[in-house]
């Protein structure tokens, strides 16, 4: 079955350090997609990426960059030089093509805390 | 403009009181979902939809019904609410299928007393 480990609950940060959320899975589908969603105090859930299991090149977009480490199954999120807005719940989420039934699996995500 | 949307927003009721969550989505999008959101717990699935007339279930559907019986619509059905059904819900929907991404309504507070 498709779990999702997000094994840091809560991360407090100072404003601009970096901070590395981890995301493990566990799948036995070859052929499956990642994804990263965003929750801010305001409780809307904001879409950040959608990784299939065949691309393993890492993508960086603004302050945002993904590591995909399919040796370890991990696909680990990072925020550079974090910002008082940065501050959120994240979550890291697997859906499987042929196992998965078309469910998504959620992490129990990470509550992240950037003090100014 | 894209969205999904949920009503109500908010909702205080007590136990055994059957309620309606709707759900409607302006993508034309075949697939659509429901979740839970717990502390701790992340978000769980409810049930889920492939298409009209096509529901299963999540992880979590004890106490819960659907029905899909328009494309844009998705209603989440409480037919005897209880206090541990007292969450965040959530509707989303994608293009087709639960890999492709999924754009999530504004969320639904209920607390059933």
């Known amino acids: 079955a498709q779990k999702v480990t997000q094994a840091q609950t809560e991360i407090s940060v100072v404003e601009k350090e970096d901070v590395t959320l981890d995301c493990v899975y566990e799948t036995r589908d070859t052929t499956y997609y990642l994804f990263w969603y965003k929750q801010p105090p305001s409780g809307e859930l904001v879409f950040l990426i959608r990784?299939?299991?065949?691309?393993?090149q890492n993508e960086i977009s603004g302050r945002y960059s993904w590591n995909f480490q399919k040796s370890t199954s991990s696909f680990n999120f990072t925020i550079t030089a974090s910002q008082v807005v940065d501050s959120a719940v994240y979550f890291c989420a697997l859906s499987e093509v042929e196992y998965g039934n078309n469910r998504l699996a959620f992490g129990k995500g990470n509550q992240v805390v950037v003090i100014p | 403009e894209a969205q999904v949307t949920q009503n109500p927003r908010y909702l205080i009721t007590v136990t055994g009181k059957k309620l309606t969550v709707t759900c409607s989505q302006n993508?034309?999008?075949?697939?659509m979902s429901w979740y839970r959101q717990d502390p701790g717990l992340g978000l769980r699935q409810i049930y889920y939809s492939m298409n009209v007339e096509v529901t299963d279930k999540g992880d979590v559907p004890e106490g819960y019904k659907v029905s899909r019986k328009e494309k844009r619509n998705f209603p989440l059905i409480l037919e005897s609410p209880s206090p541990n059904q007292t969450s965040l819900y959530f509707c989303?929907?994608?293009?087709?299928?639960?890999?492709?991404?999924?754009?999530f309504g504004p969320g639904t507070r209920l607390t059933v007393l």
């Open positions: 989303a929907s994608s293009a087709r299928s639960s890999t492709d991404t999924q754009y």
């Open positions: 990784r299939n299991s065949f691309d393993e």
């Open positions: 993508m034309n999008h075949e697939y």
